[in-house]
T-cell receptor, first 113, second 108 residues
Framework: DTAVSQTPKYLVTQMGNDKSIKCEQN?????MYWYKQDSKKFLKIMFS???????INETVPNRFSPKSPDKAHLNLHINSLELGDSAVYFC????????????FGPGTRLLVL | GQSLEQPSEVTAVEGAIVQINCTYQ??????LSWYQQHDGGAPTFLSY??LDGLEETGRFSSFLSRSDSYGYLLLQELQMKDSASYFC?????????WGAGTKLIIKP
């Protein structure tokens, strides 16, 4: 049983395209996150949702838009992809009162050409 | 402001003990988490310290000193499979603060 799953695992696309990454968790958690990890392994939080409501929105270009249809899903849509968007994107989940323990998905490796 | 410091790389020998240090500066500090990430993999939770002192989980221990804004992860009886990146992540208000982690290289 996969706890946190993401699709797709790999995404290669051209600059200017629009793409989406989907995330689902079956842990019953109420909080979900999107992280970006660059080539130097620097991990940065982008967004966090609690029960479908946005609670963290770091300084991220408006081209990135998260959507949470229900508390088990958090998708990330990226418009007008740029070269600098190439990175690994991780979805994670936790309980709101146990944010120290987050469960990560396998990551989506995005390469923008 | 917020800051987080850990060494970028540490090298150790199989079977030895290694300590990865972490200093942080953040407001609204709750506790310090440690995560492990193998190359090509996802971060996985190792330990959490909310109170000062040492927490032991098998071969891994984690220490926190809130007054010094300092913690460390101690890995004993190193195995080749421990080769990975290790992230300390202080919890500040509603989120974890992350950096680039420490790459642990283990030599036979």
């Amino acid at each position: 049983d996969t706890a946190v799953s993401q699709t797709p695992k790999y995404l290669v696309t051209q600059m200017g395209n629009d793409k989406s990454i989907k995330c689902e968790q079956n842990l019953g958690h109420d909080t979900m996150y999107w992280y970006k990890q660059d080539s130097k392994k620097f991990l940065k939080i982008m967004f966090s949702y609690n029960n479908k409501e946005l609670i963290i929105n770091e300084t991220v270009p408006n081209r990135f838009s998260p959507k949470s249809p229900d508390k088990a899903h958090l998708n990330l849509h990226i418009n007008s992809l740029e070269l600098g968007d190439s990175a690994v994107y991780f979805c994670a989940s936790s309980q709101l009162d146990s944010r120290e323990t987050q469960y990560f998905g396998p990551g989506t490796r995005l390469l923008v050409l | 402001g917020q800051s987080l410091e850990q060494p970028s790389e540490v090298t150790a020998v199989e079977g030895a003990i290694v300590q990865i240090n972490c200093t942080y500066q953040t407001s609204g500090f709750y506790g310090l988490s440690w995560y492990q990430q193998h190359d090509g993999g996802a971060p996985t939770f190792l330990s959490y310290n909310a109170l000062d002192g040492l927490e032991e989980t098998g071969r891994f221990s984690s220490f926190l000193s809130r007054s010094d804004s300092y913690g460390y992860l101690l890995l004993q009886e190193l195995q080749m499979k421990d080769s990975a990146s290790y992230f300390c992540a202080p919890q500040s208000n509603y989120q974890l603060i992350w950096g680039a982690g420490t790459k642990l290289i283990i030599k036979p």
